[in-house]
């Protein structure tokens, strides 16, 4: 058993060596998901999705007054037709006051 | 140029010179280029990346390579066709876990090491093209030649995106058009009984394709320097 467990450990460790997802700095999605915000500021607000080739491809949130601090809003992964979007990344725009203030990425996967 | 000396030397074998005016003829080469292209969506893709907290890292530099048939239709006039090829990449890696890579290293005594980059997300633009160009000879001494050219091109493009678990690609086709300056140094050298010649071009190339469906457009326009060989046929 020892000798089994001294070949395997070498095995597993080479197979896991470059595999650290947990460390991406974008999710992970297959489902309808939250994600927060902070606004600096009190202002209008606009939530878009946009896709790899940077089209938009839903409206969260239009012309939405919000106050500063920290907000929430969730998307379904469906577009704007109500299509469940392909496979591929993804990128939500929050923008104040016609700024984007903060881009946030995911990966969007069945 | 010293690559090109260094071949010169290696496979030249010294011409005569009997023969220095100028004769009709087709020659066929490969190329080797370098261009450096303007893709701005693809700059502001990868600026959306970093904002979204990615060290994205995009080329500057297209490279490419390809196949062509230069014919000296007239002592004054020169036709150049060809297919080539342009990749133009850039993406997103991480390290590799070092924790896991330490104990790697101990128990198999550095055998084995897993150093070296992840790619996370990977782009990758190609583009093959198919070029047709006639060209003015400015200039002709006796085995050099200066011409100056220009003509349409037809690209076709690929766009790839890779990530963990998924990959997107697009495609779609478009008109160009490409001038340049070429040098060519000729009938100095043989390869066996071939006539050897080597070309270095510089020039321009308006080149966007439009990424079907998506109204994407990737612009492979910019300078560009390319250098090639050339045997008689």
Request: aromatic share 12%; net charge negative.
């Amino acid at each position: 058993m020892g000798k089994i467990l001294l070949f395997l450990l070498p095995a597993l460790l080479l197979i896991t060596a470059g595999c650290n997802d947990s460390t991406y700095p974008f999710q992970q999605v297959t489902d309808e998901f939250t994600f927060t915000y902070d606004l600096p500021s009190d202002g209008v607000v606009d939530l878009i999705v946009l896709n790899c080739y940077m089209n938009n491809i839903r409206t969260l949130l239009a012309d939405s007054t919000q106050s500063s601090g920290s907000h929430s809003s969730s998307w379904d992964l469906l577009d704007e037709n109500a299509v469940r979007v392909p496979d591929g990344l993804y990128y939500v725009r929050i923008i104040l006051d016609n700024d984007v203030i903060e881009t946030q990425m995911y990966e969007v996967y069945k | 140029m010293t690559l090109l000396m260094l071949l010169l030397c290696t496979i030249g074998q010294p011409y005569d010179g009997s023969n220095d005016s100028f004769s009709p003829g087709f020659r066929i080469g490969f190329t080797f280029m370098a261009s450096f292209p303007s893709m701005q969506n693809e700059k502001d893709f990868a600026d959306m990346n970093t904002a979204a907290g990615l060290d994205f890292e995009l080329g500057s530099t297209a490279w490419g390579g390809s196949v062509e048939v230069l014919g000296d239709v007239s002592e004054k006039f020169r036709i150049r066709g060809s297919v080539g090829g342009t990749n133009f990449s850039g993406g997103y890696s991480e390290g590799f876990n070092a924790y896991q890579n330490i104990f790697l290293v101990l128990f198999t005594l550095g055998l084995f090491s897993g150093s070296g980059e992840d790619d996370v997300i990977e782009l990758n633009d190609q583009a093959i093209s198919i070029e047709a160009q006639a060209y003015y000879v400015l200039t002709r001494t006796p085995g050099m030649s200066i011409s100056a050219g220009a003509g349409p091109m037809y690209t076709f493009a690929t766009r790839q995106l890779d990530s963990p678990n998924t990959g997107t690609s697009g495609s779609g086709s478009g008109l160009g058009f490409v001038a340049s300056l070429r040098l060519d140094q000729e009938s100095t050298f043989k390869l066996g009984c071939l006539p050897l010649m080597f070309g270095l071009e510089a020039g321009y190339r308006m080149n966007s394709v439009k990424i079907s469906a998506d109204d994407y457009e990737l612009d492979f326009s910019g300078p560009f320097v390319k250098l090639g060989s050339y045997i008689g046929i």
